[in-house]
């Protein structure tokens, strides 16, 4: 599901093909906009590749 919405997929498109309803998909973005950082620091990406 996460590699369908990168590809740009339409939401309808991706609970067609998954199976799931439009609400548990909703919640399931919800769910991923709280874990994952809307921000990410320059510095950190530098210092992580040394």
């Given at each position: 599901?996460?590699?369908?919405?990168?590809?740009?997929?339409?939401?309808r498109?991706?609970?067609?093909?998954?199976?799931?309803?439009?609400t548990?998909?909703?919640?399931h973005?919800?769910?991923?906009?709280?874990?994952?950082?809307?921000?990410?620091?320059p510095?950190?990406?530098?210092?992580?590749?040394?």
């Amino acid at each position: 599901m996460d590699r369908l919405l990168s590809e740009r997929i339409s939401h309808r498109g991706i609970c067609r093909v998954v199976g799931v309803s439009r609400t548990w998909f909703r919640h399931h973005l919800q769910s991923l906009v709280q874990t994952v950082p809307h921000r990410i620091d320059p510095q950190e990406v530098v210092s992580s590749k040394r």
